[in-house]
């Protein structure tokens, strides 16, 4: 059963860039679609983008200008930065996995909750 | 692209069955769906993945309790025989080529 676990800083300051390695264990990372969803405290979620495990990618339009999502075969992670952040960026952020664009999500990581303050 | 509307509160008792939508927009009434569920602090966890024609797919180790119909432009998730930790927030997602989209969520009260 595939495992994912979401790592990377817990605060970030306002301005800098937020970085998050998603490590997928149990499972190739070849063959799927990767992708980052993020949650603000208190509220709903959000798709942020997806990668497919060859490299092709689509972002969110409303943060399309800020991210870049990628991936790395070799060590079965894939990885998202988020540039120019502020406190609206303030959220737990999932790595999780579909398997083709006809397909929801099916597996999700814990969640690491990133902080964007001074 | 796709627009998912879900109330944001129900409540049901205790034993009972609850049924909750998650309406497509117009003009995407046929499209699939993915019903998640997020117990309070933890992260979400995949439900089943649900069709215009009401056909579905559970994920692993789902208890019959939960199913999935459609009418129209609706997607329901029904539960039956709640049971306390089913007390939860339910999302619906779908897709189309290029993005993903989620529901705003229903809180879901055991009573």
């Known amino acids: 059963q595939v495992q994912l676990q979401e790592s990377g800083p817990g605060l970030v300051k306002p301005s800098e860039t937020l970085s998050l390695t998603c490590t997928v264990s149990?499972?190739?990372?070849?063959?799927?679609?990767w992708t980052w969803i993020r949650q603000p405290p208190g509220k709903g979620l959000e798709w942020i983008g997806h990668?497919?495990?060859?490299?092709?990618?689509n972002y969110n339009p409303s943060l399309k200008s800020r991210v870049t999502i990628s991936v790395d075969t070799s060590k079965n992670h894939f990885s998202l930065k988020l540039s120019s952040v502020t406190a609206a960026d303030t959220a737990v952020y999932y790595c999780?996995?579909?398997?083709?664009?006809?397909?929801?999500?099916?597996?999700w990581g814990q969640g690491t909750l990133v902080t964007v303050s001074s | 692209q796709p627009v998912l509307t879900q109330s944001s509160s129900a409540s049901a008792s205790l034993g009972s069955s609850v049924k909750l939508t998650c309406t497509l927009s117009?003009?995407?009434?046929?499209?699939?769906i993915a019903w998640h569920q997020q117990q309070p602090g933890k992260a979400p966890r995949y439900l089943m993945k649900?069709?215009?024609?009401?056909?579905?797919n559970k994920g692993s180790g789902l208890p019959d309790r939960f199913s999935g119909s459609s009418s129209g432009a609706d997607r329901y998730l029904t539960i039956s025989n709640l049971q306390s930790e089913d007390e939860a927030d339910y999302y619906c997602?779908?897709?189309?080529?290029?993005?993903?989209?989620f529901g705003g969520g229903t809180k879901l009260t055991v009573l």
């Open positions: 999780a996995r579909f398997y083709t664009l006809i397909d929801g999500i099916d597996s």
């Open positions: 149990g499972d190739s990372i070849g063959g799927y679609y």
């Open positions: 990668i497919y495990y060859t490299g092709t990618t």
């Open positions: 117009s003009g995407h009434s046929g499209y699939i």
């Open positions: 649900l069709e215009g024609s009401g056909s579905y």
């Open positions: 997602e779908t897709w189309d080529s290029n993005t993903r989209v």
